[in-house]
């Protein structure tokens, strides 16, 4: 059974430090990797995705992906208020995604 | 707007009722697919559609449950004789293929009384 493990949280921070979101795979099948933010009723918004080992920067956002111990991160740096949410870490290989249960962020003035 | 559409986006219903939600996926996605998320949980996945095709159903969608996308456009999930353990939200999500970024709608908020 594909797995996706995430620490639940919450993850506090102050406003502009760096936030380090964590995930662990289970299917070492699995191809593709996205980063998708949640607020609070809402649904689920992508941020990022990586599909090669190593580090890929999107404006504040960075995703890091090691295929080999099956472990991929989200950074954002310069914390902002407006980025506390609950952080779903999803996988997939070859359709259908497999979401961890998500990392609250909380991001304090 | 162009994104994922869903209605209702929120529905109230009695137990044993049947109730219908419907997903309008961005224009030109060929992949439709539904999960499910409740309170704490991260979304799960429930069946998926290329074109008009339903190419898997996972084990958590009973014989209650019954999705279709009979144009290949919009789909419809139905749930029959609902139970309380059936609240939930209901998330739709389209892509333009296989391997392709999953977008997701506003989802449809289920409550069973």
């Known amino acids: 059974q594909k797995e996706v493990e995430q620490n639940s949280g919450p993850l506090s921070v102050p406003e502009g430090a760096i936030a380090s979101l964590n995930c662990t795979y289970s299917d070492r099948g699995s191809q593709s990797f996205f980063w998708y933010r949640q607020y609070s009723g809402k649904s689920p918004e992508l941020i990022m995705f990586i599909y090669s080992n190593g580090d890929k920067e999107d404006g504040r956002f960075t995703a890091q992906l090691n295929k080999a111990s099956q472990y991929v991160s989200l950074l954002i740096r310069d914390s902002q208020p407006s980025d506390s949410a609950t952080y779903l870490c999803?996988?997939?290989?070859?359709?259908?995604?497999?979401f961890g249960k998500g990392t609250m962020l909380l991001v304090s003035p | 707007d162009t994104g994922v559409s869903q209605n209702p986006r929120h529905k109230i219903t009695k137990r044993g009722q049947n109730v219908t939600f419907r997903c309008d996926p961005i224009s030109e996605h060929n992949r439709l697919y539904w999960y499910r998320q409740t309170l704490g949980q991260g979304p799960e996945f429930l069946t998926y559609?290329?074109?008009?095709?339903?190419?898997?159903k996972s084990r958590l969608l009973s014989d209650r449950f019954s999705a279709e996308r009979p144009k290949g456009s919009f789909s419809t999930l139905e749930i029959q004789r609902t139970e309380q353990g059936d609240s939930a939200m209901y998330l739709c999500?389209?892509?333009?293929?296989?391997?392709?970024?999953?977008?997701f709608g506003p989802g449809t908020r289920l409550l069973v009384l």
């Open positions: 559609f290329q074109n008009e095709a339903q190419l898997e």
């Open positions: 999500a389209s892509s333009l293929g296989d391997k392709e970024t999953q977008y």
């Open positions: 999803a996988v997939t290989g070859y359709s259908t995604l497999t």
